[in-house]
């Protein structure tokens, strides 16, 4: 049996540290949705604007190109691992810029998903533009695919169009980056915001799913979870991110704390934090227990 870095007391928030291709060929158990923050291939010694000043695009050795053939590889090889980890009414979400987006959708495509949609996160406050050569980048794009082309997957379409003031929601969203009530713990260079996981985890889980993230990195896909009553495994090779995730989860502990959060989160909808928790909850799930120690 595999041993976790870290349970929450609770066990709604579970990590395990290593490379997430080898862990997952030795877990046995499949997950109702996958949210996974892959490398970009974006550390390419560029320059970036954070908190006013310059900084590198670079994230780390992990983020660098290996080029075409390689890059294609490592997507098609973490794909497919998480492909059998699935239910078959299961669905994916991949993150990612145009560095590695469209080879994500060929492997998705290779390996028998169907692809749902391609939202288009636009960022409300992104980076400026130092160069002033081309348009500033402002957005992300988010695949969204189910394993299984026969099989039906979940999609709380009702409360998606509630949050969104009663008419069906776009595959445009318009949210902030991260602000800085999320990094209180520390930030990871590639974190995600709690409002964007949130809304991506109401839209495609019941209560009590099992959620993996691959790449956990800060366990953004995590802390949403445990804040929207379900249940989530991250994996990640890098000591010093599961030991910042490690805090984020005991930081929620607080009641004040996640009710805090929960009501931010919430800000980016245009139905009422109650009524949101009374659609969400209809039909909750109920599964096994992940099996690690």
């Not at 075409?68 to 993150?95: A, H, M, P, Q």
């Amino acid at each position: 049996m595999l041993k976790a870095f870290y349970k929450s007391i609770n066990h709604d928030f579970n990590l395990l540290q290593g490379d997430s291709i080898e862990i997952l060929k030795n877990l046995n158990f499949q997950f109702d949705m996958i949210f996974a923050d892959p490398p970009y291939f974006l550390s390419n010694d560029g320059i970036s604007v954070h908190s006013g000043k310059q900084v590198s695009v670079n994230k780390g050795l992990w983020d660098k190109s290996q080029g075409f053939v390689r890059d294609n590889e490592f997507n098609y090889r973490w794909i497919s691992t998480c492909r059998e980890k699935l239910k078959e009414d299961g669905t994916i979400w991949i993150s990612g810029t145009y560095h590695n987006i469209f080879s994500a959708a060929q492997m998705l495509t290779e390996l028998n998903f169907r692809i749902l949609n391609c939202v288009t996160w636009a960022k409300t406050n992104p980076p400026p533009n130092l160069s002033c050569k081309f348009f500033t980048h402002s957005t992300e794009f988010i695949l969204w695919a189910r394993k299984n082309k026969k099989i039906t997957h979940f999609y709380n379409y009702e409360l998606m169009k509630q949050i969104n003031g009663g008419t069906q929601m776009r595959d445009l969203w318009s949210l902030p980056a991260i602000a800085k009530w999320e990094k209180s713990c520390g930030k990871h260079p590639t974190q995600k915001p709690l409002p964007l996981l949130a809304r991506i985890i109401l839209a495609s889980t019941k209560p009590n799913a099992w959620i993996l993230d691959p790449f956990t990195g800060s366990s953004t896909t995590g802390i949403a979870s445990s804040l929207l009553d379900r249940k989530f495994l991250g994996i990640d090779k890098e000591l010093e991110f599961l030991e910042l995730s490690k805090k984020r989860r005991e930081e929620i502990d607080s009641l004040q704390i996640r009710e805090d959060y929960k009501n931010r989160i919430y800000k980016y909808s245009d139905k009422p934090i109650q009524d949101i928790i009374e659609i969400q909850n209809k039909e909750p799930y109920y599964g096994p227990d992940l099996p690690i120690a």
